[in-house]
């Protein structure tokens, strides 16, 4: 009755019909049932999009908008009032509700076992940022900024009994301090464990590599394969792990079997940032990387294919921030600091 209750003051509170005492409530309930933050947040967006905000301009989006109101209407007709005779506001608490009933359904819906795949524990959540950057707050209060294409996925009691998630892709944390239960994260083999911090964790499955940048507080790398790999970083510190077959086997001679390499962050002079969070504010940043590294990045920031047809060319390194400009205007700005030919075909693009 209570996890109800969440929904119903959630729908008063974003129709700005919720009595302080009502808000208090629902602080006091969501305090008692941490694992539907994300999913309240969900319904939030779902009721800001039927709104027409600024995000949600496009045809596209609004066309999703208009088939998710039918879909609501088809499931429960007597839900919705008259917009013309009640007022926009008892529509939209209506409309909120109905979206409570296809939110849960979605969220039964994904957490089904499928045949013939290995799935997660029916109790985990997934979090996923499609093709836009996406910003949540999880059930103990820690915040996860995930890039484009990326995901995590939180263990079951995620907030009570454990703070364990998995990722693939690259999401910046800046964690809660609880010291009796530690936030780690698991990319791969590689596991991160914190008390309390700022860290970014990059691993996208093609790069073969983690990546993890300590901004403040203390993590312990470890590898749940190669028990004798533990490396600690302190705050501007980062390592790159490389995954590869070494990952799934012991070292016979004793050695950890996994290629990593520590650097110090370094922040770029005239506005601070660090290369490895410059996503957090829109910008794709690199300092002095093989053009190799650089392709990639490149290759995810704008959804292109690189082929880099000199192998030489590869290791020549590269300084450079984007925000706005196209593939053609950053490969353009690239060739003053080593010059090379390119050519763009469609999403393809070949560098010589």
Known sequence: MSSFRIWQLSARKLTQDATLEELQELEQLLRDHPELASQLELHGLFFNAGQGTASTQDPEVKEAWRRQLRAMREADPGTFVNTRQKGRRLWWAGAVLGVVVLTLGYFWAQQRPAKGKDMPDVHDMAIESGNTRHEVTLPDGSRA?????????????????????????????????????????????????????????????????????????????????????RIRLKPNEKVSIQINDANSRSDPAGDTGILFKMEPLHKEEATGMIPETAWIQD????????????????????????????????????????????????????????PFQYRITGKTVIIQ
């Open 283 to 338: 910008k794709l940043m690199f300092n002095s990387e093989p053009l190799a590294e650089v392709a990639k990045k490149l290759e995810k920031w704008y959804k292109v294919s690189i082929l880099i047809d000199n192998e030489r060319l590869k290791e020549e390194r590269f300084t450079g921030v984007f925000e706005k400009e196209t593939i053609g205007e950053a490969l353009t700005a690239l060739q003053v600091t080593y």
């Open 145 to 229: 900024i995930l890039n484009q294409n990326s995901h995590i996925t939180l263990s079951k009691g995620f907030g009570k009994t454990n703070r364990n998630l998995r990722l693939e892709g690259e999401v910046f944390f800046d964690v809660v301090h609880d010291a009796q239960l530690p936030f780690t994260v698991q990319a791969a083999t590689i596991q991160v464990k914190v008390l309390g911090t700022a860290f970014n964790v990059r691993a996208y499955e093609d790069e073969h590599l983690v990546q993890t940048a300590l901004i403040r507080g203390a993590v312990e790398i470890t590898d749940k394969i190669n028990k004798k790999l």
